[in-house]
């Protein structure tokens, strides 16, 4: 089945500063890489997703990348605010199922 | 989203007992989830369906079970509680190719 890594697990920066997390999937035949946003005590809400086709999309202040051939995407957030603090989870799907990472806490100081 | 419920939000129990998760959409999507959140975990899919008929195990079903009671609902049952299911319970659904919703999570301790 699909593995998915996540890094960094924490991510600490100032308020201003760009934040970068990356992660890593195995199986070739995903093709749909979702992040979702998780506030302290609330549900996980999708803020950017990439379908295989396209190498980069931006929203604003967030934008994701991909690289099939190394099995990897990213994700950039820009002028970090400490709105963003919040836990940050991709995943990549195939056919039928998310495989999710496990996650990566950015605290932005103001 | 109000449109993707789950009761209770929040429950203690003791091990051994039998404990049910509901979780009920009004999104009219055909495909739902049961995940696990642990600290430092990420989200694992305990079991998931495509239809009422269809019923799926996900990377960790052990110890649970589910049921498709209609489209909309799809609850989650644990026959014998154990302390090591503590977490946080998270319904999921899907239409399609597209994202998937979360419900608000349910946070069980079993004592």
């Known amino acids: 089945g699909e593995n998915v890594e996540q890094h960094p697990s924490t991510l600490s920066v100032q308020e201003g500063d760009s934040a970068v997390i990356k992660c890593t999937y195995s199986d070739s035949a995903s093709n749909y890489f979702p992040w979702y946003k998780q506030e302290l005590g609330k549900r996980p809400q999708l803020i950017i997703d990439?379908?295989?086709?396209?190498g980069e999309k931006k929203d604003q202040r967030i934008a994701v990348t991909l690289n099939k051939t190394a099995k990897h995407f990213s994700l950039h957030i820009t002028e970090t605010q400490p709105e963003d603090s919040a836990v940050y989870f991709c995943?990549?799907?195939?056919?039928?199922?998310?495989?999710f990472g496990r996650g990566t806490s950015l605290i932005v100081h103001p | 989203d109000a449109d993707v419920t789950q009761t209770p939000r929040n429950r203690i129990t003791k091990t051994g007992k039998r404990i049910m998760l509901e979780c009920s959409q009004t999104?009219?999507?055909?495909?739902m989830y049961w995940y696990r959140q642990d600290p430092g975990l990420g989200l694992r899919l305990i079991y998931y369906?495509?239809?009422?008929?269809?019923?799926n195990k996900g990377e960790i079903s052990d110890g649970y079970s589910v049921s498709r009671q209609a489209q909309a609902k799809f609850s989650l049952s644990l026959e014998s509680a154990i302390p090591n299911q503590t977490a946080l319970y998270f319904c999921?659904?899907?239409?399609?190719?597209?994202?998937?919703?979360f419900g608000p999570g349910t946070r069980l301790t079993v004592t």
């Open positions: 990439i379908r295989s086709n396209v």
């Open positions: 369906s495509f239809d009422v008929k269809d019923i």
């Open positions: 995943a990549a799907r195939g056919s039928y199922i998310p495989t």
């Open positions: 999921a659904t899907r239409q399609g190719r597209y994202e998937q919703y």
């Open positions: 999104k009219g999507h055909d495909r």
